[in-house]
């Protein structure tokens, strides 16, 4: 240790017992030492004694300024309005219950009106199959009210197929809406919103491809690439892709990036690891991975 | 009941502990204001913002972080907008208003008070943080971005700088 350090240590009194003794015992033996430790022991002292007191005044404004926070805590939070974007943000989920619950009602009054036509008919009787009543009221219905069923399912299925499309539309909205977010986290959960589409409309991959060039943040980098992946991978999202690999001088994100690449056969990003291998500026273990990705790359495309 | 642990209950609702928290660092605020601008109007106000912030954004207080750190954090982001605001704030050119408990030490205080006007900002810093705040090596590494061997060094040297020139002026 520096004798400034154990100096600031021993004033401080953050010494063991035995680092203490030494140290006194070296004062002991050393006056120039010990002379500048005794000054700066005093200004220590007189820094500590330099120390101002706090007042009645600031006391009150602070216990007044508390009293108001309470009373924001039980009243005015509770009854303040959301933001549009929270709603938003919850749209989608409400949609999936929505579409679950009109599900049900679509099924089961089907089955309701059936009984009810069974009980009222006697047709059903003469036919020979009495102990499995749920047949028994499929055939009876089908015998007695054909006609309206088809149709009846063609709508459902339809209105199913629209609220699908709804549902796909808002969380398309709220991936928008996230990745354009401050905070890195809400963009982070956008792009986890966006993994879990199947095809995604191109404004959708237009977003992930603008916030890879633009992000300031790794982390959001990181899984717009792994998100990106997952899609149809066109000659755009390639492009951007070798791209950003051209940019980029950070390890994680030039690892990533060539992992990805491998995996997406993309010989166009050849010229780019061999750069890279060559670059002595470049992490040693991004250069080695480019060599490796040279040779997988290699073996593919032969 | 800890610092952390006053700082979690008014994060989760239970404002009355800050009340807790309050009464401990008042005084280390105040001195820490005072000791960066002389004014004492505006050292009060300056340590009752840090208090107002602290509980608006109680909820990005994380459970089981020092709660020393996050405060001289919000102390000093509340310094910088004050710098901010007035362009014109000439450092420590004044001797601090002490307020009415001060007494005969007077003239050894503005002595102490011009050394620390001449220091330069890194090292009064450093010296307002382990003096005043009574941080550890570490916090201070962890507000000021240093290593705690980094830390020890320049409390050494900001103490060394502080001692000729507080001895310097007082024997003028």
Redesign the interface.
């Known amino acids: 240790m ?1 004798n ?2 154990i ?3 021993y ?2 009194g ?1 010494l063991s017992e035995a680092e203490r003794v030494v140290f006194e015992q070296r004062l002991t033996s050393d006056p120039v030492l010990r002379k500048e430790v005794e ?2 022991r ?3 002292q ?10 009645d ?3 009150a ?3 007044r ?2 009293q108001g ?2 009373m924001l ?1 039980t009243t005015i939070v509770a009854l303040k309005p959301q933001p549009w974007l929270t709603y938003l943000k919850y749209a989608a989920a409400v949609a999936g219950v929505a579409i679950t619950f009109w599900l049900g009602r679509q099924s089961a009054p089907t089955q309701i009106e059936y009984r009810t036509i069974t009980a009222t008919s006697p047709v059903p009787k003469s036919i020979d199959r009495p102990q499995s009543l749920p047949e028994t009221v499929a055939e009876t219905v089908n015998l007695t009210d054909p006609p309206k069923k088809k149709p009846k399912e063609e709508t459902i299925s339809q209105q199913i197929a629209t609220l699908r499309r709804e549902m796909k539309m808002t969380q398309e909205l709220v991936i928008l809406s996230l990745l354009k977010d401050q905070s890195a986290s809400e963009r982070l959960k956008g792009l986890n919103y966006a993994a879990a589409l199947n095809n995604p409309k191109p404004a959708v991959i237009q977003a992930l491809l603008k916030t890879l060039r633009e992000d300031e943040s790794l982390n959001v980098r990181l899984s717009t690439i792994e998100t990106l992946e997952r899609f149809k991978q066109t000659d755009e999202v390639k492009k951007v892709l070798v791209n950003q690999l051209t940019q980029t001088s950070e390890p994680t994100e030039q690892t990533t990036l060539i992992e990805t690449l491998v995996r997406m056969r993309v010989k166009e990003s050849l010229p780019i690891f061999e750069q890279l291998q060559k670059d002595e500026k470049v992490d040693r273990s991004v250069r080695l991975l480019a060599g490796s990705g040279i040779g997988e790359l290699a073996m593919i495309t032969d | 009941m800890t610092d952390e642990q006053a700082m979690y209950a008014v994060s989760q609702g239970d404002l009355d502990k800050a009340a807790i928290l309050y009464e401990r660092y008042k005084k280390s605020l105040l001195n820490f204001f005072l000791y960066r601008q002389s004014d004492r109007e505006n050292a009060r106000d300056l340590t009752q913002q840090v208090f107002l912030r602290m509980l608006r954004y109680r909820h990005t207080y994380r459970e089981g972080a020092s709660f020393r750190t996050w405060v001289l954090e919000i102390a000093r982001n509340v310094f910088f907008d004050y710098l901010k605001q007035n362009p014109t704030y000439s450092d420590l050119a004044d001797v601090p208003d002490m307020g009415e408990s001060y007494d005969e030490t007077e003239e050894q205080h503005q002595y102490l008070h011009n050394a620390l006007a001449q220091l330069p900002d890194q090292y009064r810093e450093v010296l307002l943080l382990s003096r005043f705040q009574n941080m550890s090596y570490e916090e201070i590494g962890q507000t000021l971005g240093l290593s705690v061997a980094n830390v020890k060094v320049r409390v050494f040297r900001a103490m060394q700088k502080l001692r000729d020139l507080y001895f310097n002026v007082s024997s003028e």
Not at chain 1, 46 to 55: I, P, V
Request: glycine share 0%; charged share 35%; proline share 0%.
């Open positions: 520096l400034e350090q100096i600031t240590d004033l401080m953050h000054e700066l005093r200004v220590w007189d820094l500590q004694n330099a120390e101002a007191e706090t007042d005044e600031m006391d404004v602070f216990y300024s508390l926070e309470k805590e």
